[in-house]
């Protein structure tokens, strides 16, 4: 194939963080291949460094102490890396943008319009930590390159919750007026799983009925019946649900009070606090699971004590998932750095379930492979799967396919 051809349809996926900016750029041609991707790490700031990857050539470039002051200039620098690729540099089809909150309204991946910024900008009080970079890094990209840009909404795959799952026990109006209620996050994650799952069970995405775990620093899991996530863990924010890294998940709201009033913390500390200093972190002042694991092995009982409260808290919504589904589950599908890498975590989350048609087989479970397979017994009524995701990737999809419908890239 001449390289032309090979790049004649390029998509740059960007992840724009507060002080970060991660990026990818695939050949769409035929099937997705991704041809470099990267991140420029603290923006801003003295010790900003570049890490890139050619992954056609194998060739990795780390730039340390660079001078990145704002996200333009991030962009910048990016562009100047993947000029080493001047075909696909120079055949830009569109940008895809991962944006962590769509609100109400944006709940599919769809071109970015003023209307849909203004629309983005207005659900920004929901999460007002990613939003804003996240239409920091649309608008440079529309200032830096002349083609579509395409926002997909981490939000989106679980816009099919019924209300009855994602409405909040708090006054109505609190919903009308602010917003407030269940939306949930890894949604590009969860839209690849399901894509996979299906694909390598034979079957339609509409007849897929599976729980998904997206375990990793942050962590949340999905229920999926007929192809459409019917509950999540997370909430109006990530903060909600499973015990993460640092995150507490669920807790008596009325702990905030009692923090307020016996340890004199403002709401912005409160906030600090749940979000970063709790979790695993919380309990045993550790939050990579790996040495979490390895120190409750060494006989540390708080370490130990971390894992048991973490697995109990995904127990708990694993039985309640699998009554939702009415005991028809297809599968469980395990992801993310602690789901794809942890063969004791997918153990302890699995181990007596016997009962309900869920049975690992210990030697599959702990090969050491990367690619997607199955772990379960011969037997089992369900299929457990492990699924390496891959969120860029799926936005790139993602990207491609509006730009098809809208007759753009053909």
Request: one cysteine or more.
């Amino acid at each position: 194939m001449s390289p032309s051809k090979a790049f004649s349809k390029a998509v740059l996926v960007l992840n724009s963080g507060s002080s970060s900016l991660k990026y990818a750029l695939f050949n769409m041609v035929d099937s997705a291949v991704c041809i470099a991707k990267g991140n420029v790490a603290a923006i801003g700031s003295p010790k900003c460094c570049i890490t890139h990857k050619n992954l056609q050539v194998a060739q990795d470039v780390n730039l340390q102490g660079t001078n990145v002051t704002d996200h333009k200039s991030a962009l910048e620098k990016v562009m100047g890396l993947l000029q080493m690729q001047k075909e696909q540099a120079g055949r830009l089809y569109g940008v895809g943008h991962r944006v962590v909150h769509g609100g109400e309204y944006l709940t599919h991946p769809m071109l970015v319009t003023e209307e849909v910024k203004k629309t983005i900008e207005k659900a920004s009080p929901l999460a007002p930590l990613h939003t804003p970079p996240n239409l920091e890094g649309i608008r440079v990209a529309e200032e830096l390159f002349q083609c579509p840009q395409v926002a997909v909404f981490d939000t989106g795959f679980h816009s099919t919750i019924p209300p009855y799952a994602y409405i909040y026990a708090i006054p109505y109006t609190f919903y009308e007026k602010l917003g407030l209620r269940r939306y949930g996050f890894h949604g590009t994650s969860y839209q690849f799983l399901l894509d996979r799952a299906a694909t390598y069970l034979g079957q339609e995405k509409e007849n897929v009925n599976a729980i998904a775990f997206h375990l990793g620093a942050g962590a949340s899991i999905a229920a999926i019946k007929n192809g459409k996530c019917i509950d999540t863990t997370m909430g109006v924010t990530p903060l909600e649900g499973l015990v993460m890294a640092t995150r507490c998940g669920d807790i008596d709201p009325a702990i905030c009070q009692i923090l307020a009033s016996q340890k004199n913390l403002n709401a912005n500390q409160i906030d600090y606090v749940l979000n970063n200093e709790s979790g695993l972190h919380g309990i045993c002042g550790d939050k990579d699971m790996r040495n979490v694991l390895e120190a409750s092995d060494a006989g540390s009982q708080r370490h130990k004590l971390a894992v048991e409260i973490y697995i109990h808290r995904i127990r708990k919504y694993l039985g309640a998932y699998f009554f939702h589904l009415e005991g028809n589950v297809n599968a469980l599908i395990f992801s993310g750095g602690v789901g794809e890498g942890s063969a004791k975590i997918r153990e302890m989350i699995c181990a007596h379930l016997t009962a309900f048609g869920i049975e690992i087989d210990d030697t599959k479970n702990y090969e050491n492979k990367t690619h997607t397979r199955e772990i379960q017994k011969v037997g089992s009524k369900v299929k457990v799967l492990v699924i390496p995701t891959d969120e860029e990737l799926c936005i790139a999809e993602q990207t491609k396919c509006v730009l098809e419908e809208q007759k753009i890239l053909e």
